[in-house]
């Protein structure tokens, strides 16, 4: 709270200053008042919901692939040796680099916006997923085994709920690319969404939009982060005793 | 009911009964057990053991640490299958682990994401959910754990994880119980407490124990018959009977003579271990320290 206070002083200094002009920094007085117009005539309401919907069909249908494919990755050895590597290398790739070829496989639309978010964030989910379960203790496997576990039910009942923390932050980690993801995909691509505002800011010069939406973009990646994915996995960590083990 | 029982143990007296007359639980034969190292060569773990382990009976597997014991219990508990050799539990070969060999190990190895109550009912099969629950209360009690039935493992001390590891393992009702150096790991008087806890379990269930440890006094006081190996690969060198009455005292003069006994057993087998962890350098130095004056061994170890 603090840091953010701090934040807003420095900024509102710069700018009486005047190293830059007005048009290209605008006081926080300026941008609050974008942002209140954008939320009272709803036009960045539905911005945010336009990308929250892409964002979040990319996101579940990164996180079921993911899974699934971290999972075969993880149990099937041949997969492993030959795809494997593969997942690796393509998760260096930045996914936006992947939109020439959406847009021409999907046209112009929400669709290879959605592609790209789930390029964006699947490699991480899988290669999350994989080594959670391939980071199970094997003792507590054996220990099932002489309980006389069938592999369907070791698998549910003690791979994938001791592979949880790591598969809680491969989730993590897959809606923050997630998000980058959306955003550069937006930027480049079309229809309404807070890539396009942030776009249509530019054009207009109208700074105080563009830094509007770069504030609702930080501060909804960061409080979704907070809210839920650090609380489920906090409370994941402490009952699986990691947090008080050390 | 009774008379099936008759039958049912009279049946299995024909089929796997030694001389004696005792119903055998656990059987091996000439087993061996081979492994292969990262370079490809082969390693003997286990050369032609010969052993029989009645039913109900305490049986304690004593050698030098990394001599192939735990191996031996990995084989009856199915985890591991044995290279030659025949190895049957109650009369049928051993394929695969089952719930009817239960296994303590020395880690206890419990659930962390599940309550102490949990960890316990994961090794229940069948039965409606209050059964399960019952039965779970039943042995959490008989090793004392009663106020903890809600904790979750993190809460626990290292000797209460391994009295939930054994509940665990009680609660198959498997007529055997596999345990593999299952006190290693905790302090004297936390192992002195849980082998008191472990004899009073035994005597209640009247189960098979096959106890793996390198504890010399530790399989006096527990088992009725020691089987003594070799250092790899583990043979049987010698059977050690023991009939000392319970409960068996610290200082019980049969206890200090049968530790003396085993100990100058052991000895030789220690000797070799060490011998192949130091390398040469260790038997020059145990020549010379022959040579001046006497027993380097009992410096050394």
């Known amino acids: 709270m603090l840091a953010i206070m701090l934040l807003v002083i420095v900024w509102e200094g710069v700018y009486r200053i005047g190293f830059w002009p007005p048009f290209l920094l605008p006081s926080p007085y300026q941008v609050g008042q974008t942002l209140w117009y954008g939320i009272a005539d709803f036009s960045l309401v539905i911005a945010v919901v336009a990308s929250f919907q892409r964002l979040l069909i990319g996101y579940v249908l990164a996180v079921v692939l993911g899974t699934i494919l971290g999972v075969a990755l993880a149990k099937v050895r041949w997969l492993d040796q030959t795809i494997g590597f593969l997942t690796l290398g393509l998760q260096t790739v930045p996914s936006i680099v992947w939109l020439p070829l959406a847009l021409l496989w999907f046209g112009l639309n929400d669709k290879a916006v959605i592609f790209v978010v789930v390029i964006g964030a699947l490699w991480t989910m899988v290669i999350s997923v994989k080594s959670a379960i391939q980071g199970v203790s094997p003792l507590l496997i054996r220990v099932a085994r002489t309980l006389s576990y069938s592999n369907i039910r070791l698998f549910f009942k003690v791979i994938l709920p001791a592979g949880l923390p790591g598969i809680i932050t491969g989730l993590r980690l897959a809606w923050a690319f997630a998000w980058r993801s959306l955003m550069a995909g937006e930027l480049l691509g079309s229809g309404a969404g807070l890539g396009q505002v942030l776009i249509t800011g530019r054009n207009l010069g109208d700074m105080s939009l563009v830094i509007a939406v770069m504030l609702i973009v930080g501060v909804l990646g960061s409080v979704i982060d907070l809210l839920l994915f650090q609380q489920l996995e906090s409370g994941v960590l402490e009952k699986w005793g990691h947090a008080k083990q050390g | ?301």
């Not at chain 2, 049986?59 to 192939?68: D, I, R």
């Not at chain 2, 629950?133 to 039943?138: F, G, L, S």
């Open chain 2, 1 to 301: 009911m009774l008379l099936w029982r008759v039958l049912a143990a009279g049946f299995g007296a024909i089929c796997n009964s030694t001389k004696d007359g005792n119903i055998m639980s656990i059987e091996m034969r000439q087993v061996e057990k081979w492994f292969t190292d990262g370079s490809g060569n082969a390693l003997q773990a286990i050369d032609k053991v010969e052993l029989s382990i009645a039913d109900g009976e305490f049986v304690a597997l004593l050698g030098p640490s990394g001599c192939g014991k735990s191996t031996l219990l990995n084989l009856i508990a199915g985890l591991d299958s044995v290279s030659a050799g025949e190895l049957l539990f109650q009369g049928k070969p051993v394929h695969n682990p089952g719930a009817d060999r239960a296994v303590v190990f020395q880690e206890a190895a419990l659930f962390p994401w599940l309550t102490v109550m949990e960890n316990i009912m994961f090794a229940i099969q069948g039965g409606t959910s209050r059964e399960k629950t019952e039965k779970a209360a039943y042995y959490i009690k008989m090793v004392h754990l009663g106020k903890f039935k809600q904790a979750y493992p993190y809460q626990l001390s290292g000797g209460m994880k391994q009295r939930v590891a054994i509940a665990r393992a009680l609660a198959t009702e498997s007529p055997v119980l596999l345990m593999d150096e299952p006190f290693a790991a905790l302090d004297e008087q936390t192992r002195m407490m849980l082998q008191t806890e472990l004899i009073r379990i035994w005597q209640d269930t009247k189960k098979t124990v096959v106890f793996v440890t390198h504890h010399i006094r530790e399989a006096i006081y527990l088992a009725e018959r020691i089987i003594l190996f070799s250092y790899r690969p583990a043979r049987v060198v010698k059977e050690f009977p023991i009939n000392i009455p319970r409960p068996r005292a610290a200082g019980n003069f049969e206890i200090a003579r049968l530790e003396a006994e085993i100990l100058d057993h052991l000895k030789i087998e220690m000797e070799k271990a060490v011998a192949e962890e130091i390398g040469e350098e260790y038997l020059l130095e145990a020549i010379a320290g022959n040579n001046a004056a006497g027993d380097s061994v009992g410096r050394r170890i």
